[in-house]
């Protein structure tokens, strides 16, 4: 049976998922099998497991930071929002059924506990080490009756629990105390050690704070991680607001890559390769006045593709848009960003709303008809140069050509996907992580640099899957360096 530990936050995006994630690759390369584990996340990014199940991305990464495969039971429930305080519910990677936020509290977290239950139960007869992960805050006193994600899980688990809280965004030790102060006694019996987060500055300035909140809690500090840029793949749309942080000199850069932030945006991290890229400007562009001439234009994926597609057309997106495709702009349309691009979004089954027919931006002589079973695979495939390409497919249209135009990937199931024009400056796929091809994303960006005169970098490059590694390995050195280990493992025995 295994032993289990539980991080939980103060907060929201305090960095609960990096430290699982480290923790992961830190119990792995100790020798241990340690499950990630979240009963139910929310999430705009997710994650295909080798079966087509659809979990939240941070499990799938912390199950790769583990060295095992990522199975539907590390997240037997993930909500994605839908708007209007509606979200789709996946119940062990596969569409259950939308519905409000209401009901949804009120009646279905009972009716799936059962099948939550059975997931740790399984995991813990499979692994050494269950390390289970929180959601928000276990202190949100209007919502303990009905929260699946916190205390209730560390109790059916067993769970020793660790309290994580951010000190850059200010006020760590009452989000501390707080935190403490309002959970019942049996719940705060659980709380064996904190962790501060995202610490920048002199370590010994925060010695006379540390001394008294161990002596008012009598719980100990388990370590202070200083604030580590690492290339690890987020889930959350807050760590959208953080990520001009990555490229803070817009005017330095020669390729300048923009990514329309649509209202019901997801799977966002497809454009994080980009950040590696030398020379290259990554931008998310929230209204028209931003949009300026981008080298590259992408339309990301989307939870709700007519919704955002009218959302183009009203602030001005859509025909600015056109505009770019035609004086050169290279435009890469995503998922539902690969769908707007088309001549027609048919909806005669009212998959995404009311239902209808809907002009798309033309760019692309394609046409995608809504249905009700989710298309969810990992893919690999060739493109139209030989390149093998990998990634994953989440999707409820199926796009069909117009016309003749060139497909942009032959899959190795048979099928063809996307398109390009001929001349290379339209591009629509669904395969999410197309640019985590990096050499794909190198050529791509040599492409812009030679057509602005620029000279061409290098195509030898590292994997996505090298580079990954090398960020699970950083998380290991960092965390575990500035953690108290022997302490830690004293609360897992």
Not at 328 to 351: N, R
Not at 414 to 437: C, K, M, P, W
Not at 467 to 485: F, G, I, S, T, W
């Amino acid at each position: 049976m295994a032993k289990a530990i539980m991080v939980q936050g103060t907060a929201s995006d305090v960095g609960k998922s990096l430290i699982c994630t480290a923790l992961c690759r830190i119990f792995a390369n100790d020798g241990y099998r340690v499950a990630p584990f979240k009963s139910q996340n929310m999430a705009l990014n997710s994650y295909i497991t080798k079966d087509g199940g659809e979990i939240g991305r941070a499990q799938g990464v912390q199950a790769e930071a583990a060295r095992v495969d990522a199975t539907t039971d590390m997240n037997p429930i993930l909500l994605k929002p839908k708007g209007e305080m509606m979200s789709e519910v996946i119940v062990h990677g596969k569409h259950r059924q939308n519905i409000d936020a209401k009901t949804y509290r009120e009646n279905f977290v009972e009716l799936v506990m059962p099948e939550v239950q059975k997931s740790v139960e399984k995991l813990q007869q499979q692994y050494d080490i269950l390390l289970l992960e929180g959601a928000g805050s276990p202190a949100e006193i209007n919502l303990k009756d009905r929260d699946i994600a916190n205390m209730r899980m560390a109790h059916l688990a067993d769970a020793s629990v660790i309290l994580v809280a951010d000190i850059d965004r200010g006020g760590v030790f009452a989000s501390i105390i707080g935190t403490l102060m309002l959970l019942d006694e049996d719940e705060r019996a659980r709380v064996k050690g904190i962790i501060i987060n995202k610490f920048r500055g002199m370590e010994e300035l925060l010695t006379s704070g540390i001394e008294w909140l161990e002596e008012k809690t009598n719980i100990p500090v388990l370590g202070v991680i200083p604030y580590l840029d690492v290339a690890i793949d987020a889930e959350d749309s807050l760590a959208l607001s953080s990520l001009h942080l990555k490229k803070p000199k817009q005017d330095e850069l020669s390729i300048d890559v923009a990514m329309i932030r649509l209202p019901h945006i997801s799977n966002f991290t497809d454009v994080d390769p980009f950040y590696d890229e030398p020379g290259v400007g990554v931008r998310l562009v929230t209204n028209l006045h931003q949009l300026l001439t981008p080298d590259l234009l992408i339309l990301p994926g989307t939870k709700n593709t007519v919704e955002d597609l009218n959302w183009l057309k009203h602030s001005g997106f859509a025909q600015a848009i056109q505009v770019l495709a035609s004086r050169g702009t290279k435009i890469f349309g995503i998922c539902g960003g690969y769908q707007m691009l088309g001549e027609l979004l048919i909806d005669s089954e009212a998959v995404e709303g009311n239902g209808g027919i809907f002009e798309g931006l033309g760019l692309l002589p394609i046409e995608t008809t809504f249905v009700h079973q989710k298309q969810a695979v990992q893919t690999r495939g060739v493109l139209m140069d030989g390149q093998q390409v990998s990634g994953y497919e989440i999707h409820l249209g199926r796009s069909k050509k117009t016309a003749d135009i060139r497909s942009f990937i032959r899959l190795k199931d048979g099928r063809s996907d996307g398109a390009i024009t001929e001349n290379g400056q339209v591009i629509g796929t669904y395969l999410h992580g197309i640019f985590h091809n990096r050499l794909y994303t190198r050529k791509l960006i040599n492409e812009l640099r030679q057509q602005k005169g620029l000279p061409l970098l290098s195509e030898d490059v590292k994997s996505d899957g090298e580079l990954r590694e090398e960020a699970y390995e950083m998380l290991d050195y960092h965390v575990r360096k500035h953690l108290d280990m022997e302490n830690l493992y004293s609360l897992i025995q």
